[in-house]
């Protein structure tokens, strides 16, 4: 055998050793049933099992292997990511796996960015939402079968977030009942709607309707893009994948150009607003009814904050258990950097998050659900909170997320660099989502002008009563009120904690309102005015949404307590809870400092009782972590398998690297070896 075409390095089986002694002996001094917690989790014990039934199938199946992913090209990983959807399918019909649900359960356990997002996540919703009964009737089929496939474009080379100035023009022409899509300009060209590029074979489309020179607004199409028989793109339709991203590489986000293609009337989904034949226009309901889709994915991307972050904390947890470094003394064994403070200040409050996240994500879903219900029955009133409350929390989710994914990588070390960690693909498939359904910031200005709004209301007409998370905004005399949790105990107690959030989301409204009014005395009209405030209605959206998030944990607990959950579940989500309230308040104290809300009385007890919380959760870091419970497969991490074998794991992995499958490296000839061999 030639030297050079195979590698000296040992071939290990060590992964499935036994597992790392560490591990084992924090798993068994749990102060909680992790199960417990896990079905708590999930909805029952049925449902984890059912999910453990579908995640353990998808563990086990080569075709969704993940972990030569990153030695594949851009094409290689699309490819990829189709075969994996070929057999998505085959599974369905294998294991009769048609509810929704179960659906959405195998996708969850794929965990990849399939090709098929858009058309589960928004090109079904939309038609649902939006399409009349005829025209559900005609698609959903087709597209629950996956006879056709579709996405959601909507946003331009030239604009995303204002979706008034997108160009692309839908034509109404009376003489043949048909519109006429066009894309006048370049920055009219569809940008970025995922799996546009090479996988759809429709979109829905939104495009500005014109009937008769008259501009009617923004409103959605369904488009056949490609031909059923070969993929070609029909007569009038350029598309194609825009290239080389951040990440996302199995995804093809598109763009399309609309060269006067014409498409029947009932093309343009008319739940809402209608053109009937001779072209006589009907309003929408709701000015905004056609954002609807949007609002969806915002609610489910806030659910899925939680999980992305319980992973990257799983990985980062389990390695720091594992991990040691530096005896205290010398001769004494090595730590666990687990057990170093800086090392459990940057993890155990992202542990909290994403335990507090959970809690927000079922508390928007049943709000969504609550919304859906009353826009069946037209009724639209409560689709400005819907939409207020859902950017606010988008935002605030997706950007605290990201950023955690990033600090659990930096807590891993060198070995966090390594992509085999699955750390910096976790945080680069990430973070677009405080991009995507929104700029995070523009969704901010959403919800603060909505609060803003309402403080305005409740100003000029006392005794108004608001919706329940922004009752505050009614109490003014909240304002002259301060902090009094001057000892350690009293930063325990949640009515305080939320009287901290509330006090602090109020004074920033307050202060945004009164910046707007003097902003005005000084001459500026109100388009102005709120140009200057601009910065600060982005504290105030994130004020008032951690308010939101720490009311629902709170009230969750005591749901759960009412309901007669154990108490050292109980127990561990207090904890968790309070180190949620206490971190953030730490995190931006100025704000609760600035107005004297806060003073030197209350911080230090605030800061000896962080540390003793994140004390607390020490002997309980990897239980909760546990409690997660995602297989080896989702992790998708040398340094968070569950059994802890991570140098093996690591050591494994890397042998599949393309440069050693030789051991003399490629180019060595041509450019190593000429110079070392160089007469001196
Ligand atoms: C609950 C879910 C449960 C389960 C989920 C189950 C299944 C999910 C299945 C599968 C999912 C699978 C995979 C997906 C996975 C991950 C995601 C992957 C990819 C993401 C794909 C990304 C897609 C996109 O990005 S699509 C494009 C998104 N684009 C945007 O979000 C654009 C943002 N811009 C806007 O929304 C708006 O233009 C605006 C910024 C809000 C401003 O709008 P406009 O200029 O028109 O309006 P004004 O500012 O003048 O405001 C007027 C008035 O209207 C109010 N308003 C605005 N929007 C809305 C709305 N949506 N609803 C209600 N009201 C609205 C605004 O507040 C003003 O009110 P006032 O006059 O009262 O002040
Ligand atoms: C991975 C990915 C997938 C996507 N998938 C889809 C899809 O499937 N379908 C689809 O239609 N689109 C999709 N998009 C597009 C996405 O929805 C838009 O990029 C997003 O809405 C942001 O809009 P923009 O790009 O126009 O940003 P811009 O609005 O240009 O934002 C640029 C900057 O300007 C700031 N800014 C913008 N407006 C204001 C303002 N009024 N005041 C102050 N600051 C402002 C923003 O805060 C931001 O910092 C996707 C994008 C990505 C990255």
Redesign the pocket.
């Known amino acids: 055998m030639s030297s050079s075409s195979k590698p000296n390095l040992p071939v290990t089986n060590a992964v499935n050793g036994p597992p790392n002694a560490d591990l084992v002996r924090e798993r068994g001094a749990a102060s909680f049933p992790v199960r417990d917690l896990t079905y708590l989790v999930y909805g029952g014990q049925e449902r984890t099992e059912h999910l453990e039934r579908i995640a353990n199938m998808v563990a086990s199946d080569p075709v969704f292997r993940k972990t030569d992913r990153f030695f594949l090209s851009r094409t290689e990983q699309y490819r990829r990511s189709l075969e994996k959807v070929r057999h998505y399918k085959e599974l369905i019909a294998k294991h009769n796996l048609h509810s929704?649900l179960d659906q959405?359960d195998l996708?969850q356990a794929i965990d990849e960015?399939?090709p098929i997002?858009?058309h589960?996540?928004?090109f079904i919703?939309t038609i649902v939402g939006q399409g009349t009964d005829e025209q559900q009737k005609k698609w959903l089929p087709l597209a629950r079968a996956y006879k056709i496939i579709g996405t959601?474009a909507?946003?331009e080379l030239g604009h995303?977030?204002?979706?008034?100035?997108l160009e692309t023009v839908a034509t109404y022409d009376k003489s043949t009942q048909e519109f006429v899509l066009n894309s006048p300009t370049l920055t009219a060209t569809k940008w970025?709607?995922?799996a546009l590029g090479k996988t759809s074979t429709h979109c829905v489309v939104f495009a500005r309707l014109v009937i008769s020179d008259r501009e009617c607004g923004?409103h959605p199409f369904m488009v056949q893009l490609r031909s059923l028989e070969n993929h070609e793109p029909l007569k009038g339709i350029t598309v194609g994948d825009i290239g080389p991203k951040f990440a996302y590489e199995t995804?093809d986000n598109g763009f399309l150009r609309f060269d006067h293609v014409r498409i029947p009337r009932d093309h343009m989904l008319m739940r809402f607003a209608q053109v009937a034949a001779d072209g006589t226009y009907s309003t929408p309901p709701?000015?905004?009814?056609s954002?609807?889709?949007?609002?969806?994915?915002?609610?489910?991307?806030?659910?899925?904050a939680s999980s992305t972050l319980a992973k990257a904390v799983t990985i980062a947890v389990r390695y720091s258990c594992v991990r040691k470094q530096f005896p205290l003394r010398s001769g004494e064994p090595e730590q666990q950097i687990l057990n170093y403070q800086n090392q459990q200040a940057a993890l155990f409050p992202l542990l909290a998050t994403a335990y507090a996240f959970h809690f927000t994500g079922n508390y928007?879903?049943q709000m969504?659900?609550d919304f859906v219900r009353g826009m069946r029955a037209q009724d639209f009133s409560v689709?400005?909170e819907?939409?207020?409350t859902s950017?606010g929390l988008k935002s605030l989710t997706t950007w605290i997320a990201s950023a955690g994914i990033e600090t659990c990588r930096a807590s891993c070390g060198g070995h966090g660099y390594s992509k085999l960690s699955g750390l910096p693909s976790l945080y680069a498939n990430y973070i677009?989502?405080c991009?995507?359904?929104?700029?995070n910031t523009?969704?901010c200005?959403?919800l603060a002008?909505?609060l803003l709004?309402l403080y305005g209301k409740a100003q000029a007409k006392p005794g108004l009563r608001l919706p329940g998370n922004v009752s505050y905004l009614e109490k003014s005399t909240l304002l002259d009120e301060r902090c009094d949790a001057s000892t350690e105990e009293l930063w325990l107690d949640p009515a305080r904690q939320l009287h901290a959030y509330r006090n602090r989301a109020l004074r920033l409204v307050a202060n945004c309102a009164n910046r707007l009014v003097a902003e005005m005395q000084k001459g500026k009209d109100e388009v102005l005015a709120v140009e200057a405030i601009k910065s600060d209605m982005v504290k105030v959206a994130k004020a008032h949404s951690y308010y939101v998030v720490l009311n629902n944990f709170v009230n969750a607990i005591e749901q759960l307590r009412a309901s007669g959950t154990s108490t050292p579940i109980l127990r561990v989500l207090k904890t968790l809870c309070d180190l949620f309230a206490l971190h953030f308040i730490q995190a931006d104290l100025g704000d609760f400092l600035e107005y004297g809300y806060l003073s030197s009385l209350h911080t230090e007890p605030l800061h000896a009782q962080i540390r003793r919380l994140l004390e607390a959760i020490r002997p309980d870091a990897v239980a909760l972590v546990d409690a997660f419970n995602f297989t080896d497969h989702a992790l998708g991490s040398a340094l968070g398998v569950h059994n802890g074998r991570v140098y093996e794991t690591l050591f494994e992995w890397a042998q599949q690297e393309p440069l050693n499958k030789t051991q003399v490296a490629p180019g060595y000839h041509e450019y190593i070896k000429p110079f070392l061999l160089a007469k001196m």
């Open positions: 929704e959405q996708r960015d399939l997002g858009l589960v996540g928004m919703p959601y909507q946003t995303g977030s204002f979706i008034r100035g970025w709607p995922g923004v995804m709701h000015s905004k009814v954002y609807a889709t949007m609002v969806f994915m915002r609610a489910y991307i806030i659910g899925t928007i879903r969504y659900s689709l400005p819907m939409h207020a950017a677009p989502a991009t995507y359904e929104g700029d523009v969704m200005f959403q002008r909505y709004k």
